[in-house]
């Protein structure tokens, strides 16, 4: 294995031979979020949709995506002619794992005409049959903006409760859910949080739209504090008054919070993404080595011509919608 400081050097000057940029999830390992700027590896770092709009826009040969599966294939969908490689394939999501694109038929057949929404979290055969992507960012502007009294979101169970609560009371409209879970924001029960507040009454709560509905309901009294994407974390803190967070998401955030904000305490029960902890800087070394080798194909992201373009679709309106 090579040493992280030499992995790192070599990194950026494989980056600049080979014509590659580095793309970064906010739940990848600390080292793999410090930007090429500040002496790390990635040129961009972001939420999934964030991610996703950066990966349109790339000029480069190669993108490597430090991310997980579904994210890589988005990559791929709306930047096909550039190679998108992913440094571990078992980097997968049990939400994108929770369904597939006959299951997505059968929902449609049970409900004719109801629009599918489908979380970016799910592979390209589930978006290829749905009608509108969204992200945790956007999930929320998108299901109000879709006409008739029903919609079917998914595959996340939680986030469509979390997003029911607030558009029926809104419009009335009836979501149609499928029982996908995220297997780390699933963890975070109202038991866990509450007894965080108990012990930091002062603290503020910041939970993700994927956490269990009844936990969001208490989180958010006492201190208050924020339920949604990632990126709406981030802001929140920034704005708040307040010095001290309870992080309800993903263990490394917690990190990308505490470099971004360091004046601020966060209290964070570590719970890792097992999926997205399989990207690691020695992988992705040796994805930017296999380069122009006979190994490239083994971390290359491929699909199927027609699966990418009728993925293609949905992805496009919601990026039109932001
Ligand atoms: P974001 O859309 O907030 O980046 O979420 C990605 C994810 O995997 C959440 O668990
Ligand atoms: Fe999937 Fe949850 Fe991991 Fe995100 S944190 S990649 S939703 S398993």
């Given at each position: 294995e090579t040493g992280l400081l030499a992995a790192v050097e070599e990194i950026r000057e494989l980056k600049r031979r080979k014509n590659a940029v580095v793309l970064s999830h906010f739940y990848m390992p600390a080292e793999l979020q410090v930007k090429h700027q500040e002496g790390?590896?990635?040129d961009f770092v972001g939420d999934s949709l964030g991610l996703s709009v950066a990966a349109k826009n790339v000029?480069?040969?190669?993108i490597i995506f430090c991310g997980v599966k579904f994210m890589a294939e988005t990559a791929k969908i709306l930047n096909p002619a550039k190679q998108v490689l992913l440094?571990?394939?078992?980097?997968?999501c049990s939400l994108a794992e929770s369904i597939t694109g006959a299951d997505v038929r059968r929902l449609k057949a049970q409900h004719p005409g109801v629009p599918v929404v489908a979380y970016i979290n799910t592979y390209a055969e589930t978006k290829a049959e749905s009608d509108i992507c969204c992200t945790s960012r956007n999930a929320m502007d998108i299901a109000r903006s879709l006409g008739g009294d029903k919609l079917i979101f998914l595959p996340d169970l939680y986030m469509g409760r979390n997003l029911q609560t607030k558009i029926k009371a809104e419009t009335g409209k009836e979501l149609i859910l499928?029982?996908?879970?995220c297997e780390v924001h699933e963890q975070f029960t109202p038991q866990r949080i509450n007894g965080l507040k108990l012990m930091y009454p002062e603290a503020q709560v910041l939970v993700h739209w994927e956490v269990p509905d009844n936990t969001v309901s208490d989180a958010l009294t006492g201190a208050g504090g924020v339920v949604g994407s990632t990126s709406d974390i981030i802001r929140f803190v920034g704005e708040s008054q307040s010095r001290q967070f309870i992080l309800?998401?993903?263990?490394?955030l917690g990190a990308t919070l505490r470099g971004m904000y360091p004046e601020k305490e966060f209290i964070v029960p570590c719970i890792k993404c097992p999926h997205m902890k399989q990207i690691s800087i020695q992988n992705t070394l040796e994805a930017l080595r296999a380069?122009?080798?006979?190994?490239?194909a083994m971390f290359e992201v491929r699909l199927e011509a027609e699966i990418m373009k009728r993925a293609l679709a949905p992805i496009e309106r919601m990026l039109a919608f932001s």
């Open positions: 790390g590896i990635a000029e480069a040969d190669y440094p571990s394939f078992e980097a997968g499928w029982e996908g879970r309800g998401s993903e263990c490394d380069i122009g080798t006979a190994q490239e």
